[in-house]
């Protein structure tokens, strides 16, 4: 009977232990159950109906993820390479900000104590530092009187323009009143060119019918009137009295001296060809007159063939003697032609 007892309590304790573990479980079976839940489908790669996935599609999922946090660090490199790009790119432009500003000319001021007035000599660009490959700022014309501030070490002036600093070539600058860029001095084909082209920058002696007493009694004492430093003058008499060359010489030589003194450079603009309509004198004698010029006057004149000009490109004229405006202005760009070319080859000759 002690036998069976303890048996029967043998049963009972382990009846109570159980018991005791089925509560436990009881309470967490719902977490035990879904961590196992959740276990089993993360191994076996169940859906929420409960099929199962291979081990593929569990591979497959892992790809995936790889996939996305490689996706991930492409759009970081995207990013890196668009900033750098970015950065690349902003590092070009200022290099060429930096380049070009690097090829601008050097240069220096020495600023003055007080401000000087000069004048322009001819139409000039004002620039924003000194040297043409500055940017303009503006122009000013021939006699227009400039404040000065200071000068540069490579030739140019320092001035006030409109409210701003801008630098001028020191060459287009000159301390007193300029003459005028152009004088023309002749008959009545001095005095049609300048209806045919106008006066600006620009000034005539001129009186239709005269000739050499003209030119010495009225011209010559006003030339001095206009023209001056850096002027050029051109002189055309003699179609009306081709018979004066040697006296055109004498005077023209005579006055030379004072004319390069004062700056002025002399050009001799031959007598141009006539028309047929044109009965007072003929082609014949006005050669042998442009001739006689050519071969006397003082090296120091220079000489404008207007007569082979016209002669080849032709010409238009009424009555012979006096061109179409059209004509005049062809030989005005002619004459600044020949100037422009001189003054050339007098630069490139300086230079060397």
């Given at each position: ?320 003697l006096h061109y179409s405006k059209d004509t005049y202005k062809n030989l005005y760009a002619y004459y600044v032609s020949v100037v422009q070319q001189n003054q050339d080859n007098m630069v490139a000759s300086n230079a060397q």
């Amino acid at each position: 009977m002690h036998k069976e007892k303890k048996k029967n309590l043998i049963i009972l304790f382990a009846f109570a232990a159980i018991l005791s573990v089925a509560l436990i479980i009881g309470v967490n079976g719902d977490k035990a159950q879904t961590v196992a839940t959740a276990v089993i489908n993360d191994r076996t790669g169940s859906d929420a109906d409960g099929d199962a996935y291979s081990d593929a599609s569990e591979d497959l999922y892992r790809a995936n993820t790889l996939n996305i946090e490689a996706s991930d660090n492409d759009a970081d490199v995207d990013v890196l390479e668009s900033a750098n790009l970015e950065d690349s790119e902003t590092t070009v432009v200022e290099a060429k900000e930096n380049a070009a500003e690097l090829s601008l000319t050097a240069f220096t001021v020495t600023e003055y104590e007080t401000v000087a007035k000069m004048f322009a000599s001819d139409t000039v660009n004002v620039r924003s530092g000194a040297g043409t490959d500055y940017d303009k700022l503006g122009k000013v014309t021939w006699g227009t009187e400039i404040s000065v501030t200071g000068v540069t070490d490579n030739g140019w002036f320092e001035v006030l323009y409109n409210d701003l600093i801008g630098y001028i070539r020191g060459d287009y600058m000159v301390s007193e009143m300029p003459g005028v860029p152009f004088l023309f001095v002749g008959d009545s084909r001095t005095v049609q060119l300048q209806n045919a082209v106008g006066s600006t920058d620009k000034a005539y002696i001129a009186k239709i019918g005269e000739g050499y007493s003209y030119f010495k009694n009225t011209a010559l004492p006003a030339i001095p009137e206009y023209a001056g430093q850096g002027t050029v003058m051109i002189i055309n008499f003699g179609v009306n009295d081709l018979a004066n060359a040697n006296k055109y010489i004498k005077l023209v030589n005579s006055n030379i001296d004072a004319w390069t003194n004062a700056g002025i450079t002399v050009y001799y603009a031959s007598v141009t060809p006539v028309g047929s309509a044109c009965a007072s004198v003929s082609n014949a004698q006005i050669e042998n007159f442009n001739n006689k010029l050519k071969e006397g006057l003082d090296p120091r004149v220079q000489w404008i063939d207007s007569y082979s000009y016209l002669s080849q490109v032709g010409f238009s004229s009424s009555d012979g003697l006096h061109y179409s405006k059209d004509t005049y202005k062809n030989l005005y760009a002619y004459y600044v032609s020949v100037v422009q070319q001189n003054q050339d080859n007098m630069v490139a000759s300086n230079a060397q």
